[in-house]
Every structure is written in structure tokens, then in C-alpha cells.
């Protein structure tokens, strides 16, 4: 049963234009959320994180807005660079002290020049 | 500040062989986990050490896999024997803190691809 699900395998965007990375998630106990982003051979990168007690939280180009009720959350890239092309991974955190991040599989972001 | 280290980066065994990853986690880091992560699929946890306890194993197999944190330092991850869908990347991560204030992120090294043929 996958509790953290990017239903999107893969997206190309044109550089200059929005990027947007959806994530949507099946357990309400998860209190926190975070976005990790993935070049090839190498390990995930934190890129921006939101607490479930916001909405949203921005850092330069990069935004992420939750929706609790809907249990989803998306992250905006704007303006999209070729450099954002990577594997981007959504990832749930469950509340208390055993809380461990869940992971989904994965979008691959493209962004063409 | 050096960031997760992880060796070897690629390992090539056959199966029914063991095998060792190494994983030296961010200076002052408390917390160290081990990720598996398969083609196509994000990572999954395999164990969490604070400091040098194994605080949460559900996910080790314990019946070929296991790790170590000796002196709450630096760890390692031992299969053995090695089987043919044991062939993934092997991710360590380590964290600060666990407190909300700091936040709950993982900083990654670049992993170990193993290939058991």
C-alpha cells in the first residue's frame, strides 16, 4: 500500500515556464512534507520542506503549497532552468518520535531550452 | 563541510557472496539510516541508528542483512549472502536532529550501486 504517490512518472517543461510536481498521500498522521531532488549518480538533495501546520512555504524559485484536505501537496518552479531537470521525490514524514520519511517513486522533471 | 561519504560507489558480486558498504555520516550527526532504493522506486528505509542504537530495524532482513555503528560514528551495512534481487542502490543518510524546530531533514551520500550477477 503506497502511502506517498507522485502519479506522474515524467514531465517536460520549456524553459522560462512553470514547472509543477504534484504529490498526493493516504495517511493523515504524516505531519510533515519535503522535496528531495535526484541527478543521476547521486544522492537526493533536500530542495524545501513544509510543516502540516502551513499551506505553503517558498524559498527563491521554489514553492510548495499543502492541501490537508485533499491530502496533496505540488511544487512550483519558477522560472523552470535546464539545470532543474532531475528526478524529484516527494517525501511524508509520520508524527511522533518513530516517524521516518516515506518516499514516492519519483517524477523526472525535463526542462528544455 | 564534507557531506555523507559513502565506498565503495559501485560493487559487482555474484550471488550467494557477501558484501560491505561503508558510510560516514555529516560531523555531529546523531541520527544514520540505510535506504534501499530499487529501479523506478524512491527510497525505502532499512534501519535508523541514534547515535549507536538501532532504534528502528523493521524493514532489515535480518536474515541476510546487517549493520553496525560502532561509536555512534561511522556504519556499515553487510550482506551475506547475496542474492540476484539484493541488486539496487544502497543510500546512507544522516541527520541532525529529529526536533520539528530543525526540521526533519536527511542529507544523503551518493550511494552504492551493487550488481550481483
Known amino acids: 500500500d503506497q502511502q506517498v504517490k507522485q502519479n506522474s512518472p515524467s514531465l517536460s517543461v520549456q524553459e522560462g515556464r512553470i514547472s509543477i510536481l504534484n504529490c498526493d498521500y493516504t495517511n493523515s498522521m504524516f505531519d510533515y512534507f519535503l522535496w528531495y531532488k535526484k541527478y543521476p549518480a547521486e544522492g537526493p538533495t533536500f530542495l524545501i520542506s513544509?510543516?502540516?501546520?502551513?499551506d505553503k512555504n517558498e524559498d527563491g524559485r521554489f514553492t510548495v503549497f499543502l492541501n490537508k484536505s485533499a491530502k496533496h501537496l505540488s511544487l512550483h518552479i519558477v522560472p523552470s532552468q535546464p539545470g532543474d531537470s532531475a528526478v524529484y521525490f516527494c517525501?511524508?514524514?509520520?508524527?511522533?518520535?518513530?516517524?521516518?520519511?516515506?518516499f514516492g517513486k519519483g517524477t523526472k522533471l525535463s526542462v528544455k531550452p | 563541510e564534507a557531506g555523507v561519504v559513502q565506498s565503495p560507489r559501485y560493487k559487482i558480486i555474484e550471488k550467494k557472496q557477501p558484501v560491505a558498504f561503508w558510510c560516514n555520516p555529516i560531523s555531529g550527526h546523531n541520527t544514520l539510516y540505510w535506504y534501499l532504493q530499487n529501479l523506478g522506486q524512491g527510497p525505502e528505509l532499512l534501519i535508523r541508528y541514534e547515535n549507536e542504537e538501532a532504534v528502528d530495524d523493521s524493514q532489515l532482513p535480518k536474515d541476510r542483512f546487517s549493520a553496525e555503528r560502532l561509536k555512534g560514528v561511522d556504519s556499515t551495512l553487510k550482506i551475506q549472502p547475496a542474492e540476484l534481487g539484493d541488486s539496487a542502490v544502497y543510500l546512507c543518510a544522516s541527520s541532525l536532529t529529529r526536533e520539528r524546530e530543525s526540521g526533519y531533514e536527511q542529507y544523503f551520500g551518493p550511494g552504492t550501486r551493487l550488481t550481483v550477477t
Open positions: 513544509i510543516s502540516s501546520i502551513k
Open positions: 517525501a511524508a514524514r509520520k508524527g511522533g518520535s518513530q516517524g521516518n520519511l516515506i
